[in-house]
């Protein structure tokens, strides 16, 4: 298994100053361009030190929101790419639905692939609910613009002489990619699926899937992932087509510890501050899609209802959502929760939560780096497994 460190590059002193939703609702008003400033950079130093910790590091990027103040995917690798020495690079994901125009983002990519030297995970999404009312797109279809922008972006890729496009949401006379990405014949690409129609949906292109704090529920994703995987390509996925995100953070310290999971809690309680319609327009996803959730809520280790708000620390960490504590212990947390699920090669560790500063991921991190990667890299697959990348 190897490890990704992802922060979500949040503007998080906004949050107590605005009592409504934190996405899409939340005026600029309330942010401080120095803070904002500082924060970014801060956010930057600790991707570098996750590299220097013998990581990879995960980027993702969202509007019109101040729990992620990243814009643009590529912006951040672009720096990335020039500053770190061994990570891999993911993106996870640019938000292709709500993009007017796919070849952007390809040669965005690209230049990422090639300043880096190879090293760029590339993953494409539909971006979320409330990000479709910035872009004054229509959920309705907006998955018809995905697969087309999609198809796009690879074309542009793989080709070797100019060509047009003339689609249904597209239209270009000449596309002519410079420079073609090291990575031949594109990057490796992600998708998120928490769901098991997404899951199978990346298992027919072989693509890697993600699942994201859904706990001991990416169970049921990953397992219909492996089905259509194995029913499409005649053998079982390796661990690494499949990857989870979990919060974490380490230390030795009691009082350190009980800060990491408070503002892990905060975390958690900023999800909660969003409209439900923001979260999921009419036409934003199939309907078979809403049905499990409407009627089924997650479930927890032992099989019962999971409430994420009343559920105690402990529950939490053995729950897959948060892991804390000393090093060897979050090693154990994630190893048990690994196998509770049927296998992962990918994990992707929300390391900066909420208001945690600096100093306490940084501690976190490097702790992390010396005590529980080593077990967690014994574990399945490994980074260089991640370049493996099969294409229908």
């Known amino acids: 298994m190897d490890v990704y460190f992802f922060c979500e590059q949040s503007h998080h002193p906004a949050w107590d100053k605005f009592d409504g939703m934190l996405r899409g609702d939340i005026p600029n008003k309330f942010g401080d361009p120095d803070v904002s400033s500082r924060l970014l950079n801060e956010y930057l130093d600790m991707y570098t030190l996750a590299d220097e910790c013998g990581m990879n ?6 509007h019109i929101a101040s729990s992620c103040m990243n814009v643009s995917i590529t912006l951040t690798l672009a720096v990335l790419a020039r500053v770190t020495k061994k990570a891999r690079l993911l993106g996870l994901g640019s938000i ?3 993009r007017l125009d796919p070849i952007r983002v390809a040669e965005e990519y690209s230049v990422v692939d090639s ?4 090293r760029l995970d590339m993953g494409l999404v539909k971006g979320a609910g409330w ?5 004054n797109s229509n959920p309705s279809g907006g998955m018809d613009r995905f697969w087309e922008a999609h198809d796009l972006i690879l074309e542009a890729m793989t080709r070797r002489e100019p060509f047009s496009w003339e689609g249904e949401h597209f239209d270009y006379r000449k596309v002519n990619l410079w420079p073609r990405p090291v990575q031949q014949d594109h990057p490796p690409v992600w998708f998120t699926g928490n769901s098991p129609g997404s899951a199978r949906l990346a298992a027919e292109k072989g693509y890697v899937n993600a699942a994201f704090l859904t706990g001991p529920g990416a169970k049921v994703p990953f397992d219909a992932y492996r089905e259509t995987y194995e029913a499409t390509f005649g053998k079982k996925p ?4 499949l990857a989870y995100l979990g919060m974490v953070s380490c230390s030795r310290d009691k009082a350190q510890t009980e800060r990491n999971i408070k503002a892990m809690r905060a975390y958690l309680a900023s ?4 409209r439900p319609a923001h979260m999921m327009p009419p036409g934003y996803a199939p309907p078979e899609a809403f049905v499990p959730m409407m009627q089924a809520p997650p479930k927890g280790a032992g099989g019962g209802p999971f409430n994420m708000g009343t559920a105690t620390d402990e529950e939490l960490a053995k729950a897959g959502i948060m892991f804390w504590g000393e090093p060897e212990r979050v090693a154990d947390q994630i190893s048990a929760f690994n196998e509770m699920v049927g ?3 990918h994990f992707l560790l929300m390391g900066q939560n909420a208001h945690q500063p600096y100093e306490d991921v940084r501690d976190s991190l490097v702790l992390f780096g010396e005590h529980a990667l080593p077990e967690l890299e014994k574990i399945g697959g490994s ?3 991640s370049k493996e990348s099969v294409t229908a």
């Open 343 to 345: 296998g992962f090669g």
């Open 383 to 385: 980074s260089a497994s």
């Open 238 to 241: 390796a661990d690494d087509r």
């Open 131 to 135: 990000e479709l009312y910035a872009s």
């Open 115 to 118: 300043i880096s030297g190879g």
């Open 57 to 62: 590091v995960m980027v993702n990027e969202h």
């Open 271 to 274: 999800v909660a501050r969003m």
């Open 96 to 98: 292709i639905t709500n």
